[in-house]
Every structure is written in structure tokens, then in C-alpha cells.
């Protein structure tokens, strides 16, 4: 007995010794007022699109494309392309693009890196089987003809909302990317490329003589009509008046400075920022309005010593709000709440956003992801502040908390989910126009996000009996995986799902005993890896099965932890083999290790990875273990 409780005790000053260093580890990543902010990944496009905007702008920088340069060559996958994610297969579009890139900065198309890139992307159909995007930028380039891209006119931006596509059907990102767009498909203007360079040996089959350039993305009878649509506004654009194209760019041009947002650009997301710098350009607009375009891209850059790379956004508010309920949990209150200040004032009160199209009346009450980004608050970041907020316990937080949860409940869509920023976007037909080949122009209501606002909601004393909350646990049910997981729309994947699902079950009041709970921690149980951990690879958004990995990673196995404890299961083997796994896997730094990618921006087409999530999620699944397996509890009470 007496060494049994030596052996306890050192145990636990291990689990101790472990938080200590691990707040330490996050702590030294916060800036001076309180706030976190880190890197954002994606994979080789962005960087790449980065470089080919300064040549087509003839705004090089050799200094900064050189460090770009060493990112790509980094990247580059062992097939002689380069991936979507961290130890992915071989993308095309993405591979183009990098090769582009490169070549632009000056490697030679002879040298072994580009050679072996040659290669891959011939033998997987040249550059003109590329994706909508990758072709549009090739014809800003003259490198393809204006035919290879889809029909958009600029006239889109006019038609009236009853018509089967309107801007406000689609998603906030293909919203904000798209209006630029428009002006920029409709000027058709060419890059500077002051290098003259071009990627003619990409392609197997001459540009000029290649026909079939658009097609059904799916093959199904709605794609194969909308590229029959595409056939005949393509033969009737020629005749459009030259004074309604005048008016609709004038249009597209007040929709883009209307939410320009400083700094922090239009839609606070690369893509869209990197069309305003090209309308402004096409459209000769100079002055204070394209300068600030332009350096809200370059905000978006992360320089190295010996590399850079280009981010697709900023995550501030969604890093500081994850990082302040870890403080919390862990007991640093004083960190917690200096993060909580922080984004108190961030709430959007004003405007009412693209969002109040389909919510008129609804008052703002949300956050948005970045630093800026008043015309696009989303619900998921709402949530996790409103929790925040309501768990520091600050009599002066209630106005804010209240206004978060009016807007959340005003943003409950008619199945009883939720999306990310816009209600009832769910036009699927859309998905299958020809512009559509990447299948992310909707933003429809998903497990994570509905979770997340069924904990928030019942975390501030709504009862799961009420109106609101009883369609969105209905919602939950109905979207479990017949294995027992739920989909991660915004973490890979199934075990991001499950953990928040999981979590607001909990805090709504559902027993551990319900089926649907049980059925989910089953499936966490048996995608637990051999030595204790969980990872899910982010082939799981196409054919791999679900919440499988080669290795076990921290993000997986800190939400696979916090899903479990959730659950009731506390007391489990497998939670108890999952600490030890994060205990022996912690640096020396305070800080775990994590290269695979944890998150989609969207499935199958873009993917993330958050440098943040390796540090405050496994700090929260140490802390929360510590906390209730000390005080014998059976699980967590509070929904995150």
C-alpha cells in the first residue's frame, strides 16, 4: 500500500509538472495585451498564388521570393508534386501552381525538383485538367484562352433574389471572392509578368486546340444542364450592353468598398483580398483604397530566417478564445481573463453583415474570426467566446453574452443546424455549375458548428426542452454516422465531430446512457491507435476511413480525451492510456509536436493547419482530467 501511494503521488505531480510547462509553452506564445495569433497553414497554393500576384502586379520582391522559394522546394512531395496537406497525395492544381511559382522566382525547368514536377503533372493530365481557379489565373497570364473558365458574367451581381442564383445563395468566402472576380472575367486584363514567364510544357495538349475546358463537376444531369447554360451565355455575352456591364462592374466595385475592412481586407481571407488588388489594378484605381488592399495581402505573410510563406487568413479571435478556456481550465484565471478582455470589445454590433439578407431584423451580435471582419461574424467563433465569457463569470460580460446568444439563436437555420455564417444556405443545386468544380460554394448547417452552439446556448441556461435547442439535438441525431461519429466540417474529422458533439450533449443534458452517446464513444474506443493516442488522416474527407491515421497526433488525441471525458468515461483504460500519451509526447519546451494537417477550409479542396491546436487542446485535456478524475467526477460539466 505505502508504495502504491508514492506511486500515485509521483504520478500526479508528473500530470502537475506537465500543465506547469505546458502553460508555460502556450504562455509564451501570447502577445503583450493578452491575445494569441498563430500561423495558419495551407498548403503550396497559397504561397504560390502570392508569388505569381507580385509578377502579374510587377511588384516583385526577389529577397521575399527567394524565401518563398525554399517553402515550396520544402513542400514538394516525394511523387514530384506537392499535396493539399502534410503527407498527401498528389495535387494538380496545387502542383501547377508551385511550379509556376517557382519558375517564376527563377528555378530553372531543367533542374532535378522541377523536372520530377514535369513529370507528375503530365502524367496526371497536364495543366489543362486543372481546376476552375488554377485556369482562371492561367488566363490572367494569357497562358490559357478566357474560354477555359466558365462563364460568369458581371451582370450576376444584378439579378433580383428570387432568381435561381443570387450572391447572397452562396457562401460569405464565395461571395466575397466571386464580385471581384467579376469585374476582373469581364476586363479580361493581362499580367505584367515583366519576366515573360510561361509553363507551355505543363500542358500535353496545346491550349489553344484543347475543347472540352468545361464540364459537369459531377457528371450528374444538373452539371451536364448548367454546361449546356454555360454553351449558350458564352455565344450571348458578346451581345450584352456595354452600359449594363458598365453598371453591373460599378456595383461589383461599391460591393467590394463597401467591405474593403482596412487591413485586414475583404472577407479577412486571401483569395478575395488578392482579386481586389487585381480589380483595382484592372479598373486603373489607384490611391489610398488599392494601397490599403494590397497591404492587407501582405499582412497574410509569415517571414522566417530562412523561409516564408503567405497565410489564407488570420485566426486571432478563434486562437484566443480556444487558448483562454485552456488557461481557464488549467487555473491561470489572470491569462484567461486578460484573453476574455481582449475579445469583449471585438463584438460586432454593427453592421448588420451579408448575413442579414436572409436575417432582416436580426440584430449583430457575433464575432468574426479575424481581427476585422464586421460583415462576416460567424457562429462557430461566437460560441466559443460566449463561452468564454460566460465561464470568466464577469457581471460585465452579461450584455455581450446575451447579444452573442440572440444572434446565434436569430441564425438557427429551418433543419435546426447552424453553418458558419450565413442560415439556410443550403442552394445544393449550385453546386453543380460548371464555377462550382471545387463543390465549397455553400455553406450549409454541420454537426461541429451546431454543437458548438447547442453548448454555448444550454452553458448559459437554456434547457435542452426548449424550442431551440430540441431541433438542433434532433439536427445532431439525425447527422450521427451510422458507426456512431459525427462529421468535422472545420477539424479533421470524424473525431472532431465527435468530440463536439459529444461535448454539447454533455452540457444540454443528455445522459451518458443515450444511445446515440453511446454508439460514439464505441467508435472513439476503437480508433484508438496501439500506443494510446488518436489521428485521422485528411483523406477521411474522400475515401479513408474514418478516424484513422499512420500516426497519433496532439490535436486528435486531446478532442478523442475531451469527447470521452465528456461522455462519462473518466474512469476508462483508453483516457487513461491517452494522458500517458500526451504526458511522454510534451517537449521539453512545454510544447507538442504536430505536422499533420488538423483542419479544412473545404473538404477535399483545401485544407489547414493551425499551429495553435497542438499546444491549448492538449493543455485542456490534461487539465480537465486532472480536475475531474481528483474530484471523482464522472464528467465534465460545461459543454467545451
Same mark, same amino acid.
Given at each position: 500500500?505505502?508504495?502504491?501511494?508514492?506511486?500515485?503521488?509521483?504520478?500526479?505531480?508528473?500530470?502537475?509538472?506537465?500543465?506547469?510547462?505546458?502553460?508555460?509553452?502556450?504562455?509564451?506564445?501570447?502577445?503583450?495585451?493578452?491575445? +494569441?495569433? +498563430?500561423?495558419?497553414?495551407?498548403?503550396?497554393?497559397?504561397?504560390?498564388?502570392?508569388?505569381?500576384?507580385?509578377?502579374?502586379?510587377?511588384?516583385?520582391?526577389?529577397?521575399?521570393? *527567394?524565401?518563398?522559394?525554399?517553402?515550396?522546394?520544402?513542400?514538394?512531395?516525394?511523387?514530384?508534386?506537392?499535396?493539399?496537406?502534410?503527407?498527401?497525395?498528389? $495535387?494538380?492544381?496545387?502542383?501547377?501552381?508551385?511550379?509556376?511559382?517557382?519558375? %517564376?522566382?527563377?528555378?530553372?525547368?531543367?533542374?532535378?525538383?522541377?523536372?520530377?514536377?514535369?513529370?507528375?503533372?503530365?502524367?496526371?493530365?497536364?495543366?489543362?485538367?486543372?481546376?476552375? +481557379?488554377?485556369?482562371?489565373?492561367?488566363?490572367?497570364?494569357?497562358?490559357?484562352?478566357?474560354?477555359?473558365? #466558365?462563364?460568369?458574367?458581371?451582370?450576376?451581381?444584378?439579378?433580383?433574389?428570387?432568381?435561381?442564383?443570387?450572391?447572397?445563395?452562396?457562401?460569405?468566402?464565395?461571395?466575397?471572392?466571386?464580385?471581384?472576380?467579376?469585374?476582373?472575367?469581364?476586363?479580361?486584363?493581362?499580367?505584367?509578368?515583366?519576366?515573360?514567364?510561361?509553363?507551355?510544357?505543363?500542358?500535353?495538349?496545346?491550349?489553344?486546340?484543347?475543347?472540352?475546358?468545361?464540364?459537369?463537376?459531377?457528371?450528374?444531369?444538373?452539371?451536364?444542364?448548367?454546361?449546356?447554360?454555360?454553351?449558350?451565355?458564352?455565344?450571348?455575352? #458578346?451581345?450584352?450592353?456595354?452600359?449594363?456591364?458598365?453598371?453591373?462592374?460599378?456595383?461589383?466595385?461599391?460591393?467590394?468598398?463597401?467591405?474593403?475592412?482596412?487591413?485586414?481586407?475583404?472577407?479577412?481571407?486571401?483569395?478575395?483580398?488578392? $482579386?481586389?488588388?487585381?480589380?483595382?489594378?484592372?479598373?486603373?484605381?489607384?490611391?489610398?483604397?488599392?494601397?490599403?488592399?494590397?497591404?492587407?495581402?501582405?499582412?497574410?505573410?509569415?517571414?522566417?530566417?530562412?523561409?516564408?510563406?503567405?497565410?489564407?487568413?488570420?485566426?486571432?479571435?478563434?486562437?484566443?478564445?480556444?487558448?483562454?478556456?485552456?488557461?481557464?481550465? *488549467?487555473?491561470?484565471?489572470? %491569462?484567461?481573463?486578460?484573453?476574455?478582455?481582449?475579445?469583449?470589445?471585438?463584438?460586432?454590433?454593427?453592421?448588420?453583415?451579408?448575413?442579414?439578407?436572409?436575417?432582416?431584423?436580426?440584430?449583430?451580435?457575433?464575432?468574426?474570426?479575424?481581427?476585422?471582419?464586421?460583415?462576416?461574424?460567424?457562429?462557430?467563433?461566437?460560441?466559443?467566446?460566449?463561452?468564454?465569457?460566460?465561464?470568466?463569470?464577469?457581471?460585465?460580460?452579461?450584455?455581450?453574452?446575451?447579444?452573442?446568444?440572440?444572434?446565434?439563436?436569430?441564425?438557427?437555420?429551418? $433543419?435546426?443546424?447552424?453553418?458558419?455564417?450565413?442560415?439556410?444556405?443550403?442552394?445544393?443545386?449550385?453546386?453543380?455549375?460548371?464555377?462550382?468544380?471545387?463543390?465549397?460554394?455553400?455553406?450549409?448547417?454541420?454537426?461541429?458548428?451546431?454543437?458548438?452552439?447547442?453548448?454555448?446556448?444550454?452553458?448559459?441556461?437554456?434547457?435542452?426542452?426548449?424550442?431551440?435547442?430540441?431541433?438542433?439535438?434532433?439536427?445532431?441525431?439525425?447527422?450521427?454516422?451510422?458507426?456512431?461519429?459525427?462529421?468535422?466540417?472545420?477539424?479533421?474529422?470524424?473525431?472532431?465531430?465527435?468530440?463536439?458533439?459529444?461535448?454539447?450533449?454533455?452540457?444540454?443534458?443528455?445522459?451518458?446512457?443515450?444511445?446515440?452517446?453511446?454508439?460514439?464513444?464505441?467508435?472513439?474506443?476503437?480508433?484508438?491507435?496501439?500506443?494510446?493516442?488518436?489521428?485521422?488522416?485528411?483523406?477521411?474527407?474522400?475515401?479513408?476511413?474514418?478516424?484513422?491515421?499512420?500516426?497519433?497526433?496532439?490535436?486528435?488525441?486531446?478532442?478523442?480525451?475531451?469527447?470521452?471525458?465528456?461522455?462519462?468515461?473518466?474512469?476508462?483504460?483508453?483516457?487513461?492510456?491517452?494522458?500517458?500519451?500526451?504526458?511522454?509526447?510534451?517537449?521539453?519546451?512545454?510544447?507538442?509536436?504536430?505536422?499533420?494537417?488538423?483542419?479544412?477550409?473545404?473538404?477535399?479542396? +483545401?485544407?489547414?493547419?493551425?499551429?495553435?491546436?497542438?499546444?491549448?487542446?492538449?493543455?485542456?485535456?490534461?487539465?480537465?482530467?486532472?480536475?475531474?478524475?481528483?474530484?471523482?467526477?464522472?464528467?465534465?460539466?460545461?459543454?467545451?
Amino acid at each position: 500500500m505505502p508504495d502504491q501511494i508514492v506511486s500515485e503521488a509521483e504520478a500526479a505531480d508528473r500530470h502537475d509538472e506537465a500543465i506547469e510547462s505546458a502553460l508555460a509553452g502556450l504562455l509564451r506564445h501570447r502577445r503583450g495585451d493578452g491575445h +494569441f495569433v +498563430f500561423p495558419l497553414e495551407a498548403d503550396a497554393t497559397i504561397p504560390a498564388e502570392y508569388v505569381l500576384l507580385e509578377h502579374y502586379l510587377d511588384r516583385i520582391d526577389p529577397t521575399l521570393e *527567394a524565401k518563398i522559394g525554399v517553402h515550396l522546394r520544402a513542400i514538394q512531395g516525394d511523387d514530384g508534386g506537392w499535396p493539399l496537406f502534410h503527407g498527401g497525395a498528389f $495535387n494538380l492544381s496545387a502542383s501547377v501552381k508551385a511550379y509556376f511559382a517557382l519558375k %517564376a522566382i527563377g528555378d530553372l525547368p531543367d533542374a532535378p525538383h522541377m523536372r520530377r514536377a514535369r513529370e507528375a503533372i503530365l502524367s496526371a493530365g497536364g495543366a489543362e485538367r486543372t481546376n476552375v +481557379f488554377t485556369r482562371v489565373q492561367l488566363a490572367l497570364f494569357g497562358i490559357v484562352p478566357w474560354r477555359a473558365a #466558365p462563364v460568369m458574367p458581371a451582370e450576376i451581381i444584378l439579378l433580383p433574389r428570387w432568381f435561381f442564383f443570387h450572391l447572397s445563395k452562396v457562401s460569405y468566402w464565395s461571395r466575397t471572392v466571386i464580385v471581384p472576380l467579376l469585374v476582373l472575367m469581364a476586363l479580361k486584363p493581362r499580367a505584367r509578368n515583366p519576366r515573360r514567364v510561361g509553363i507551355a510544357e505543363l500542358f500535353r495538349t496545346e491550349p489553344a486546340a484543347v475543347r472540352d475546358w468545361i464540364r459537369a463537376p459531377d457528371g450528374s444531369i444538373w452539371g451536364r444542364a448548367f454546361v449546356t447554360l454555360d454553351a449558350v451565355l458564352r455565344r450571348l455575352e #458578346p451581345m450584352a450592353s456595354r452600359g449594363l456591364r458598365r453598371h453591373a462592374i460599378a456595383r461589383a466595385v461599391a460591393f467590394v468598398s463597401e467591405r474593403l475592412n482596412g487591413e485586414d481586407g475583404l472577407g479577412g481571407i486571401y483569395p478575395a483580398m488578392a $482579386n481586389t488588388v487585381m480589380m483595382f489594378d484592372a479598373l486603373g484605381i489607384a490611391g489610398a483604397g488599392a494601397e490599403t488592399a494590397w497591404r492587407a495581402v501582405q499582412k497574410l505573410l509569415v517571414i522566417e530566417p530562412d523561409r516564408a510563406w503567405c497565410q489564407p487568413c488570420l485566426s486571432p479571435v478563434w486562437d484566443t478564445a480556444l487558448a483562454g478556456h485552456a488557461l481557464a481550465e *488549467a487555473g491561470e484565471m489572470e %491569462a484567461a481573463m486578460a484573453a476574455a478582455e481582449w475579445l469583449l470589445p471585438l463584438q460586432i454590433t454593427e453592421p448588420a453583415g451579408d448575413w442579414a439578407v436572409v436575417r432582416p431584423g436580426l440584430r449583430p451580435g457575433g464575432w468574426a474570426f479575424q481581427y476585422a471582419n464586421p460583415h462576416y461574424p460567424d457562429v462557430d467563433d461566437t460560441a466559443v467566446v460566449g463561452m468564454l465569457l460566460n465561464r470568466i463569470g464577469h457581471t460585465g460580460h452579461r450584455q455581450a453574452i446575451a447579444g452573442a446568444a440572440e444572434w446565434i439563436i436569430g441564425m438557427q437555420s429551418a $433543419n435546426g443546424g447552424w453553418g458558419a455564417f450565413d442560415a439556410d444556405n443550403t442552394h445544393f443545386v449550385l453546386n453543380h455549375i460548371p464555377f462550382a468544380d471545387h463543390g465549397a460554394l455553400l455553406d450549409p448547417p454541420t454537426a461541429d458548428v451546431t454543437a458548438r452552439c447547442i453548448s454555448f446556448l444550454a452553458e448559459i441556461g437554456h434547457p435542452k426542452t426548449s424550442k431551440v435547442l430540441v431541433r438542433a439535438l434532433a439536427f445532431l441525431e439525425r447527422e450521427q454516422e451510422t458507426e456512431g461519429s459525427w462529421f468535422g466540417r472545420w477539424g479533421s474529422n470524424y473525431i472532431y465531430g465527435t468530440w463536439s458533439v459529444l461535448s454539447a450533449l454533455n452540457v444540454a443534458g443528455v445522459p451518458p446512457q443515450a444511445a446515440m452517446v453511446r454508439r460514439a464513444v464505441a467508435w472513439l474506443l476503437s480508433c484508438q491507435r496501439a500506443d494510446g493516442g488518436w489521428g485521422e488522416d485528411c483523406e477521411t474527407y474522400a475515401r479513408a476511413p474514418h478516424g484513422q491515421y499512420r500516426v497519433s497526433t496532439p490535436s486528435h488525441t486531446a478532442w478523442a480525451l475531451l469527447g470521452l471525458m465528456a461522455a462519462g468515461e473518466v474512469g476508462q483504460g483508453a483516457v487513461a492510456r491517452g494522458i500517458e500519451w500526451l504526458l511522454t509526447h510534451l517537449g521539453e519546451d512545454g510544447e507538442w509536436r504536430e505536422a499533420a494537417y488538423n483542419a479544412v477550409g473545404f473538404p477535399r479542396v +483545401f485544407y489547414l493547419r493551425y499551429h495553435g491546436y497542438r499546444l491549448y487542446f492538449p493543455l485542456l485535456a490534461l487539465a480537465r482530467y486532472r480536475r475531474l478524475s481528483r474530484a471523482g467526477a464522472r464528467r465534465v460539466m460545461g459543454g467545451f
